[in-house]
């Protein structure tokens, strides 16, 4: 990494799963972008993995628990929902958390 001149900002991203991370990966688990980017993220980060197994736990038991309480409560509504805009739906998931984790750099 340092070779390539990204030594500050891999630390500084190291920095910021060491301070967030379980909210982090809490956060990526509510969205349909796939799980396995975070979970490589933060391995290369050097996250706990306790910490990364009861958040990663957390989060994707919350997320089926949304969906399964929308899918019984809207039924076919949401599933026509969620087939017609899954991928809207991932992009602007993804951009969401890209534009959270701009402004936190920046303040």
Same mark, same amino acid.
């Given at each position: 990494?340092? +070779? @390539?001149?990204?030594?500050?900002?891999?630390?500084?991203?190291?920095? !910021? $799963?060491?301070?967030?991370?379980?909210?982090?990966? #809490?956060?990526?688990?509510?969205?349909?972008?796939?799980?396995?980017?975070?979970? $490589?993220? =933060? /391995?290369? &980060? &050097?996250? +706990?993995?306790?910490?990364?197994?009861? +958040?990663?736990? =957390?989060? %994707? &038991? !919350?997320?089926? &628990? *949304?969906? =399964?309480?929308? #899918?019984?409560?809207?039924?076919? %509504?949401?599933?026509?929902?969620? +087939? %017609? @805009? /899954? %991928?809207?739906?991932? *992009?602007?998931? !993804?951009? /969401? !958390?890209?534009?959270?984790?701009?402004?936190?750099?920046?303040?």
């Amino acid at each position: 990494m340092w +070779s @390539y001149g990204y030594g500050n900002g891999f630390t500084a991203y190291q920095h !910021l $799963i060491e301070k967030w991370g379980v909210w982090i990966i #809490i956060a990526k688990s509510l969205t349909p972008v796939p799980f396995k980017i975070m979970a $490589i993220a =933060a /391995g290369v &980060a &050097a996250m +706990s993995p306790t910490a990364f197994l009861a +958040s990663a736990v =957390a989060g %994707r &038991a !919350l997320h089926f &628990a *949304i969906v =399964a309480t929308l #899918i019984a409560l809207w039924g076919d %509504r949401v599933m026509v929902l969620l +087939s %017609r @805009y /899954g %991928r809207a739906l991932a *992009i602007i998931s !993804l951009l /969401g !958390l890209i534009a959270i984790a701009v402004v936190q750099h920046l303040r």
